[in-house]
């Protein structure tokens, strides 16, 4: 089991490192809003596996926050972007 947890650990640590690099080079704002996007996504699966790894549901409520502040962020920036270039 520890095996599985260092591998999982390494590989969001190397997809928060990509998505970073694309929120701070990302040639639009919709871009950088995506990768956002994909970095809370990216949180919501580390606290996920901590969890599961620890046995240990009190982190269910910050899980379903993170969610549904995705969720709601990326229907903004979507109608945003839709008003913008309706324009």
Avoid: H
Avoid at 8 to 35: C, F, Q, Y
Avoid at 49 to 61: F, I, K, N, V, W
Wanted: proline fraction near 2%; aromatic fraction near 4%; glycine fraction near 6%.
């Amino acid at each position: 089991m520890t095996i599985v947890a260092v591998t999982v650990t390494a590989l969001l640590a190397v997809a928060g490192a990509l998505t970073l690099t694309r929120i701070i080079r990302g040639p639009s704002i919709l871009d950088r809003a995506v990768a956002t996007d994909v970095l809370l996504a990216i949180i919501v699966a580390a606290i996920a596996t901590e969890a599961a790894y620890s046995r240990d549901g009190t982190a269910l409520p910050v899980l379903v926050v993170l969610a549904v502040l995705g969720f709601v962020g990326s229907v903004s920036v979507a109608r945003f972007a839709a008003r913008r270039n309706s324009k």
